[in-house]
């Protein structure tokens, strides 16, 4: 008589999910099955699918789907930074798999060869179709994320720059692993698009640390994050802008909102500014001897 953590061990050598005729293979019937399921030890996904208990309830329902998890759903998953959008699981076929309808269904579906889990495709994989399905901006993101978090791997970013279509290479090599938040990624991919680059982190004569510089004189500043609406710290702001101001240093300041959902402005002001001071000399020697 199989005892169900028996039979959810054989579950977890097959990979966290088990079908009904492969634990008929290992012996165990489908009476051994139904007490596993009673116990709690496995859950069932769907007709004749069992799996551990605990997998996450994306996970779940892209098992249900008749799929592994897919897509951003990985990247979410993985802790990496997502853009925010939708909140879909997202689930990879195999070519010749189908999907089984069930309730709720608002599954994004995407078809390829599947790796070696059962439960979700590689981050490599992830990260390819996050490109064509959630666009270059959430791809990028979550690539920089994956980086700075060492879950990818530089033989993974080696395989990813293999794999990815050619006009979109650019990408990949763009990305750095010293990024330390989605919205520095983003505003790097989106300054870069506009030809300017962005430098984070940066230590500004007279003024300390802000946030990020533009190309050579412009300081953006991103609020609300940490409590930059009190009276005190609005004061301390004004403050540094106007010694940012005396040493030939623009400010701009947004807040992740801004840029996440309404880029354009954020865009707009931007270019207005940098237009401006296109006549004038460039600071780089400032900022290098900084
Ligand atoms: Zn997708
Ligand atoms: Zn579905």
Same mark, same amino acid.
Not at 175 to 181: K, P, V
């Given at each position: 008589m199989w005892h169900p953590m028996q039979v959810a061990a054989i579950c977890e050598t097959l990979g966290a999910v088990a079908r009904r005729r492969e634990l008929a293979q290992h012996g165990v019937d489908g009476r051994a099955v139904r007490r596993a399921v009673a116990s709690g030890a496995i859950v069932r996904i769907r007709s004749g699918v069992y799996a551990l208990p605990g997998l996450p309830a994306p996970t779940r329902t892209a098992l249900r789907h008749g799929g592994v998890l897919a897509c951003v759903s990985v990247a979410r998953q993985r802790g990496l930074w997502v853009l925010p959008i939708d909140g879909l699981v997202h689930v990879a076929l195999a070519p010749h798999g189908h999907a089984h309808p069930h309730a709720d269904c608002t599954c994004v579906q995407h078809w390829n060869e599947l790796g070696p889990s059962r439960t979700e495709v590689t981050l490599v994989d992830a990260l390819l179709q996050m490109r064509g399905c959630v666009g270059e901006d959430a791809f990028f993101a979550a690539l920089e994320s994956a980086l700075h978090q060492r879950i990818l791997t530089p033989l993974g970013r080696a395989e990813l720059r293999d794999r990815i279509t050619e006009s979109a290479r650019w990408l990949v090599e763009l990305?750095? %692993?010293?990024?330390? %938040?989605g919205l520095e990624s983003l505003l790097r991919l989106r300054l870069h698009r506009l030809g300017l680059e962005l430098h984070a982190q940066v230590q500004v004569p007279g003024v300390g640390r802000v946030d990020f510089v533009i190309g050579d004189r412009l300081i953006l500043e991103v609020d609300g994050r940490d409590g930059h609406d009190d009276e005190p710290s609005r004061h301390k702001d004004r403050v540094r802008d106007a010694v940012a101001a005396a040493h030939g240093f623009d400010t701009i300041r947004f807040d992740y909102d801004l840029v996440v959902h309404e880029w354009h402005l954020v865009e707009q002001a931007i270019l207005a500014k940098v237009a401006r001071d296109l006549h004038l000399e460039p600071w780089s020697e400032r900022l290098r001897s900084a």
């Open positions: 990305a750095r %692993s010293d990024a330390e %938040s």
